[in-house]
């Protein structure tokens, strides 16, 4: 750890191109397509370091691009730091915002350097040294690159100030080594809907894909006055898009398991709506796991079963059953840890709907299940962490949140049915691929 008072700007630290065997997940993409209806975006990048078992995460995320009028538009870049830190720049100018449409890279401009005109400002992932010339405040991302600086500057986005340090830079280069589905063997295949196949239509809101479920990071990040180095920090990334978060959910993820490397595991239990309508909504769940063999195991609702209980915080367990594999994943933290983090919301934008932090306890086992139900006596995998990330958000949440996957029909069906949403993304020319694909 170095401590610095300045953000520094070191000769480029390079593009490393991913690694063969990765191949980036469907919805990669932007998936705004152009219309002034309620829409978000949102994406989540988490580092990890192994020497301290500090991480950050990059939130970047934008709504109501097409409307003008909307009360709730803007651009927000949230970061999640060092001892459970936070800080925040919200602008409710979504122009100086781009995506691409159908490719892992997005960006914005809160501010140009000096004398630079906001017209010269790329619109693309530029260099190290062309964002920093032309770029004072704002950020870049893709598969294998981030940048940024910026300040707090919350006004717009609901709720009180909550920065805890008044600057934030950071670059650094990406390997991503599995994103979400099978590479046993290290064969390339094409990477996996999370949700299913029907996240391609507006039947749930809002849609989720796990863009990369472990990488390793290089280069540095500057947190207030503490200059943090990025030398094979673990890497985990995601996303989210829609009409705003679910009502109610919990998350664990883990891919710093002690002495387990390539291991990975994303858990979640959320109230999701269904096909627009207020009111109509559903519980849903999934466990997904990431073996070091590069195997992956998926238990969701619609192959088995999940459940899962959980406090206001401080405790998280989830248990899923199917494809002859059962896995628990159980979690604690102190009740002084974690933050409240800002979420797109369906009526309030931008705004205080969940609380995170990076010191989570978590153990991991799975087990294997044979054709009468029976589980193996020893685990495949027993696996513990104490740098998981947990997450509660939406509510409210008065008491202890227990619930049993129940995934409607025939949504239930229809998403067993064998679409490959990768391989169909892979083959379609680009001007029939839809936003986001």
């Given at each position: 750890?170095?401590?610095?008072?300045?953000?520094?700007?070191?000769?480029?630290?390079?593009?490393?191109p991913?690694?063969?065997?990765?191949?980036?997940?469907?919805?990669?993409?932007?998936?705004?397509?152009?219309?002034?209806?309620?829409?978000?975006?949102?994406?989540?990048?988490k580092?990890?370091?192994?020497?301290?078992?500090?991480?950050?995460?990059?939130i970047?995320?934008?709504?109501?691009p097409?409307?003008s009028?909307?009360?709730?538009?803007?651009?927000?870049?949230?970061?999640?730091?060092?001892?459970?830190?936070?800080?925040?720049?919200?602008?409710?100018?979504?122009?100086?915002?781009?995506?691409?449409?159908?490719?892992?890279?997005?960006?914005?401009?809160?501010?140009?350097?000096?004398?630079?005109?906001?017209?010269?400002?790329?619109?693309?992932?530029?260099?190290?040294?062309?964002?920093?010339?032309?770029v004072?405040?704002?950020?870049?991302?893709?598969?294998t690159?981030?940048?940024?600086?910026?300040?707090?500057?919350?006004?717009?986005?609901?709720?009180?100030?909550?920065?805890?340090?008044?600057?934030c830079?950071?670059?650094?280069?990406?390997?991503?080594?599995?994103?979400?589905?099978d590479?046993?063997?290290?064969?390339?295949?094409?990477?996996?809907?999370?949700?299913?196949?029907?996240?391609?239509?507006?039947?749930?809101?809002?849609?989720?894909?796990?863009?990369?479920?472990?990488?390793?990071?290089?280069?540095?990040?500057?947190?207030?006055?503490?200059?943090?180095?990025?030398?094979?920090?673990?890497?985990?990334?995601?996303?989210?898009?829609g009409?705003g978060?679910?009502?109610?959910?919990?998350?664990?993820?883990?891919?710093?398991?002690?002495?387990?490397?390539?291991l990975?595991?994303?858990?979640?239990?959320?109230?999701?709506?269904?096909?627009?309508?207020?009111?109509?909504e559903?519980?849903v769940?999934?466990?997904?796991?990431?073996?070091?063999?590069?195997?992956?195991?998926?238990?969701?609702?619609?192959?088995?079963?999940?459940?899962?209980?959980?406090?206001?915080?401080?405790?998280?367990?989830?248990?899923?059953?199917?494809?002859?594999?059962?896995?628990?994943?159980?979690?604690?933290?102190?009740?002084?840890?974690g933050?409240v983090?800002?979420?797109?919301?369906?009526?309030?934008?931008l705004?205080?709907?969940?609380?995170?932090?990076?010191?989570?306890?978590?153990?991991?086992?799975?087990?294997?299940?044979?054709?009468?139900?029976?589980?193996?006596?020893?685990?495949?995998v027993?696996?513990?962490?104490?740098?998981?990330?947990?997450?509660?958000?939406?509510?409210?949440?008065?008491?202890?949140?227990?619930?049993?996957?129940?995934?409607?029909?025939?949504f239930?069906?229809?998403?067993?049915?064998?679409?490959?949403?990768?391989?169909?993304?892979?083959?379609?020319?680009?001007?029939?691929?839809?936003?986001?694909?």
């Amino acid at each position: 750890m170095l401590h610095e008072l300045s953000r520094r700007k070191d000769q480029p630290l390079g593009h490393r191109p991913a690694a063969a065997s990765w191949v980036p997940p469907p919805h990669s993409g932007y998936h705004f397509d152009g219309s002034n209806r309620r829409f978000f975006e949102g994406w989540y990048w988490k580092v990890t370091l192994p020497d301290n078992g500090q991480s950050f995460a990059l939130i970047y995320s934008v709504e109501d691009p097409g409307n003008s009028g909307s009360g709730v538009r803007g651009v927000g870049a949230q970061v999640m730091g060092a001892d459970d830190g936070y800080i925040c720049q919200f602008s409710r100018d979504t122009s100086h915002f781009w995506g691409a449409r159908n490719g892992l890279e997005l960006g914005a401009c809160f501010k140009p350097a000096p004398a630079v005109q906001r017209q010269a400002v790329p619109r693309r992932v530029a260099s190290q040294a062309e964002f920093d010339a032309s770029v004072e405040l704002g950020f870049q991302a893709s598969a294998t690159w981030q940048q940024g600086a910026i300040i707090a500057s919350e006004a717009g986005a609901a709720g009180a100030p909550m920065s805890t340090v008044q600057n934030c830079s950071w670059a650094f280069k990406i390997n991503p080594l599995t994103g979400w589905g099978d590479a046993a063997g290290g064969a390339v295949k094409s990477g996996k809907a999370t949700a299913g196949w029907l996240s391609v239509l507006s039947v749930f809101e809002p849609h989720w894909q796990v863009l990369m479920s472990h990488g390793t990071a290089d280069g540095w990040v500057q947190w207030g006055d503490t200059r943090y180095e990025l030398k094979g920090a673990q890497a985990y990334a995601e996303k989210n898009w829609g009409g705003g978060f679910p009502s109610k959910w919990i998350w664990v993820q883990c891919n710093t398991f002690d002495g387990m490397p390539g291991l990975s595991v994303t858990a979640v239990g959320a109230r999701r709506g269904l096909l627009g309508v207020p009111g109509l909504e559903e519980d849903v769940g999934m466990i997904g796991v990431h073996l070091p063999s590069g195997r992956f195991l998926e238990l969701t609702p619609w192959t088995g079963e999940v459940d899962w209980s959980a406090d206001e915080w401080g405790r998280w367990q989830l248990r899923a059953r199917g494809q002859g594999h059962e896995a628990v994943v159980e979690a604690t933290c102190a009740p002084t840890a974690g933050t409240v983090l800002r979420a797109p919301t369906a009526t309030s934008g931008l705004a205080p709907h969940c609380k995170d932090t990076f010191f989570g306890s978590c153990r991991l086992r799975v087990w294997q299940v044979d054709s009468a139900g029976r589980r193996s006596a020893s685990p495949l995998v027993d696996a513990t962490s104490t740098t998981a990330a947990l997450e509660v958000g939406g509510g409210p949440w008065w008491t202890a949140w227990s619930a049993r996957a129940d995934m409607k029909e025939p949504f239930r069906s229809l998403v067993q049915l064998p679409i490959d949403v990768g391989a169909i993304a892979q083959a379609a020319p680009q001007p029939l691929k839809p936003p986001g694909l």
